[in-house]
């Protein structure tokens, strides 16, 4: 049973960080090759939204029973760098929508600098957590 719950997660995770990390090389302007032709911003979150919400209904249940079976985590520095890392990266999404997102609608092609700093804020925190769960293994 461990192998499948393992596989969930990772599918999951895959699905999710995949989802926000499509969305943060859209706000700092990675694939584009002019602004007309740029995906709008809300219309791509539209999209993946969906995406994020269905990843985190296989990663949050699949995750607390991978700990169950593991609770000396607690004690790995690497299992909670990645918990910690997870926290901040959910901290920089609120602050997002609280904060820059709120006026995405009045965005010209290019996202602002507010917003573009999220993104490369997400992108660094979330390839911390891939690394620190790669690490469980090896620390």
Known sequence: MYPLVEIVHIVGFTVLVGAVAM?????????RTRPAEALPV???ARHLLPWTWAALLLIVPSGVLLFATQPELLDNRAFLLKLALIGAAGGNALAF?????????????KAP???RLHAALSLLLWIGVIACGRLLAYV
């Not at 929508?97 to 092609?109: E, M, N």
């Open 113 to 115: 600098l507010r917003a």
């Open 97 to 109: 929508h609280v904060g820059p997102w709120r006026t995405a609608a009045c965005w010209p092609a």
């Open 23 to 31: 969305f943060d090389l859209r706000l700092l302007g990675v694939g």
């Open 42 to 44: 809300q219309a791509l």
